[in-house]
């Protein structure tokens, strides 16, 4: 995976190329999203946000067939525009062709990285502690990478095998929750069967899970709107649109065996607020697939704090032997 740099294509074909080769050279979608918003500076507001809202629908596709229905749909409503003419041959003869057009992410499994930013936060890191942002010689600087080398064969931190929970996204559906914006949806079933209690097994491990936008409030310094959310659960404007994109109106169905969801995010991330909702909604494990211990008793600290509960006799209560 890489930018649009010629050199690196070049690289990976020479060396692992040919008819047949199995080695595909992926686009760093990050890359095309900003170009992109770089070009749509000209157009109108909503134009401009038409293509990125776009843009971000062809880069979640599922699949192959998904992508080129979807591709011919866009471009043609494209088209209509007369601002967007030339816009669009840009866009075939520079993002849609034979040699950096893989940026969608279903090129990747479901958790991976779909842009070259760890790569990049990595260079970041090497530039900050072992170059100290000075350009070294090559003795020295093969010194320096010596030492970070045997720095990193000693962390305790263990290379991931499999894709893991993000933060960011447990941080998300807490808050979600908080505010009421996730909700499990429970049917008003009547049937002879669901009064029995003869449920199907495959229903004991599928949770829907509905969800709602969260509002959204426009800052006058940034001149821009942001989720009403804490910051460190917020997405992006079309990241968080995914979730909600095609949803049905009773929900998503939550495999908790399975540990999936069929919204957009999750098949990105392998990672969503719906299946962590659903997760502490059956109870017994967390988002991370942990054991989880609950305690039934009452919560003190939440039970003095209910308004009206001062110390002493209530007021309004008058003598034992009152009558009315």
Known sequence: ?????????????????????????????????????????SFDTNVAAMVMRDLHELHFSRSDSEFQERKAEVLG??????QLRKFVSYFRSVWLNARVWRWQCYHTVSGFATTNNPCE???????????????????ALIDQLLILCRGESVRARAFAQSPGVDDRMVRRARALARAGLLR???????????????????????????????SRVFNLHERRSREDLPISAQLGAETARMELMGMPATGWDVNINLRCCPCRLWFKMACCVHLLYALGTVGGVDGAGRDTLVYRGSNKRKRGGVPGQA??????????????
């Open 311 to 324: 110390s002493g006799r209530p007021k309004v209560n008058g003598p034992a032997l009152s009558v009315e």
């Open 77 to 82: 409503k494209w088209e209509g525009y007369t």
């Open 121 to 139: 936060a990595y260079n970041a890191t090497i530039k900050r502690d072992v170059t100290l942002r000075r350009k070294l010689k090559v003795g």
């Open 184 to 214: 499990e949806f429970t049917p008003e079933r009547t049937s002879i069967a669901f009064l029995l209690g003869s449920d199907s097994n495959a229903a004991n491990h599928i949770v829907s899970v509905v969800a709602s936008p969260a």
């Open 1 to 41: 995976m890489g930018d649009a740099d010629r050199a690196q294509w070049n690289a990976l074909d020479e060396s692992f190329g040919g008819d047949g080769s199995p080695y595909k050279f992926l686009m760093c979608y990050f890359h095309v999203a900003k170009k992109i918003y770089g070009k749509t500076r």
